[in-house]
Nanobody, 122 residues
Framework: QVQLVESGGGLVQAGGSLRLSCAAS????????MGWSRQAPGKEREFVAA????????TYADSVKGRFTISRDNAKNTAYLQMNNLKPEDTAVYYC???????????????WGQGTQVTVSS
């Protein structure tokens, strides 16, 4: 069992940056792939980024490629999402997830956090 808690969301102007954190408790965090997804009001949840258990491979949605960076620190049981050059269309609730399978499909992850709101003003 893994418990996940996101933090770092907030209100930022377009072009600004935020860094989301996902703190994990429970056993064997380092054995899980980690992912971030987001859900805007009235829209379906969508994949944002994923990272393998070792951090050796990452994958990004086309909409965030070049602006967002996913990383992890297994010693701290924490995953991160650095978001730069934010746009109003990035406004959403952001969720981190842990899974036994490295996937770009958020549905394949096993454990979820409660989400953190990111609002980007124009």
């Amino acid at each position: 069992q893994v418990q996940l808690v996101e933090s770092g969301g907030g209100l930022v102007q377009a072009g600004g940056s935020l860094r989301l954190s996902c703190a994990a408790s429970g056993r064997t965090f380092s054995s899980y792939a980690m992912g971030w997804s987001r859900q805007a009001p009235g829209k379906e949840r969508e994949f944002v980024a994923a990272i393998t258990w070792s951090g050796s491979s990452t994958t990004y949605a086309d909409s965030v490629k070049g602006r967002f960076t996913i990383s992890r620190d297994n010693a701290k049981n924490t995953a991160y999402l650095q978001m730069n050059n934010l746009k109003p269309e990035d406004t959403a609730v952001y969720y981190c997830a842990a899974g036994t399978i490295y996937s770009v499909s958020y549905r394949r992850y096993n454990y979820w956090g409660q989400g953190t709101q990111v609002t980007v003003s124009s």
